[in-house]
T-cell receptor, first 115, second 113 residues
Framework: GDSVTQMEGPVTLSEEAFLTINCTYT??????LFWYVQYPGEGLQLLLK?????DKGSNKGFEATYRKETTSFHLEKGSVQVSDSAVYFC??????????????FGAGTRLFVKA | DAGVTQSPTHLIKTRGQHVTLRCSPI?????VSWYQQVLGQGPQFIFQ???????GRGNFPDRFSARQFPNYSSELNVNALLLGDSALYLC????????????FGEGSWLTVV
């Protein structure tokens, strides 16, 4: 089945540093790709998404480009803030055999940003 | 507008007991999915329901069951609880069975002792 692999954390950066969190996927079709974020004490929130190859998703200064040739969807931000400290999950959607869909998540990457 | 709401937020059960978790989707959303998130891991798909019909089932034992009601709310039931069922149970809603962006509630923390 489809799967998502993302870099292990934790990732520790100083404020204003550049962030990259790597994500690669395996899929038989052409799934939509997502980044979700989980802030301390809060639920999972959709951060950004891309639905086809070469699409770029962006939100709150974060961006990720759907790269079919490398099956990747790396998350980047030019200048991180302390408030970006959270767990980031890469995910893809896959259709089920019964007309629905499911979202498959990576294991998550914890980001700590120091002031 | 209210997001996805789940209840209860926290609960403690004993091995062998049964638990029911409840979820109300975002207004206008007709599909509800359930996920299990064990500490330190990503969410794992359990079920998807759309218009009261099961549209997907993950790799979970038959002790796990769910249903969706005419108002699109949903229940997740787990029988014969095991210690390993301790996790955050997340409900997510989406507009349709194929609209593949899901929006999560804050989850129900289940501890089995």
């Amino acid at each position: 089945g489809d799967s998502v692999t993302q870099m292990e954390g934790p990732v520790t950066l100083s404020e204003e540093a550049f962030l990259t969190i790597n994500c690669t996927y395996t899929a038989t079709g052409y799934p939509s790709l997502f980044w979700y974020v989980q802030y301390p004490g809060e639920g999972l929130q959709l951060l950004l998404k891309a639905t086809k190859a070469d699409d770029k998703g962006s939100n709150k200064g974060f961006e990720a480009t759907y790269r079919k040739e490398t099956t990747s969807f790396h998350l980047e931000k030019g200048s991180v803030q302390v408030s970006d400290s959270a767990v980031y999950f890469c995910a893809l959607s896959e259709f089920t055999d019964t007309g629905g869909f499911k979202t498959i998540f990576g294991a998550g990457t914890r980001l700590f940003v120091k002031a | 507008d209210a997001g996805v709401t789940q209840s209860p937020t926290h609960l403690i059960k004993t091995r062998g007991q049964h638990v029911t978790l409840r979820c109300s989707p975002i207004s206008g959303h007709k599909s509800v999915s359930w996920y299990q998130q064990v500490l330190g891991q990503g969410p794992q798909f359990i079920f998807q329901y759309y218009e009261k019909e099961e549209r997907g089932r993950g790799n979970f034992p038959d002790r796990f069951s769910a249903r969706q009601f005419p108002n699109y709310s949903s229940e997740l039931n787990v029988n014969a609880l095991l210690l390993g069922d301790s996790a955050l149970y997340l409900c997510a809603s989406s507009l349709s069975s194929s609209g593949n962006t899901i929006y999560f509630g804050e989850g129900s923390w289940l501890t089995v002792v």
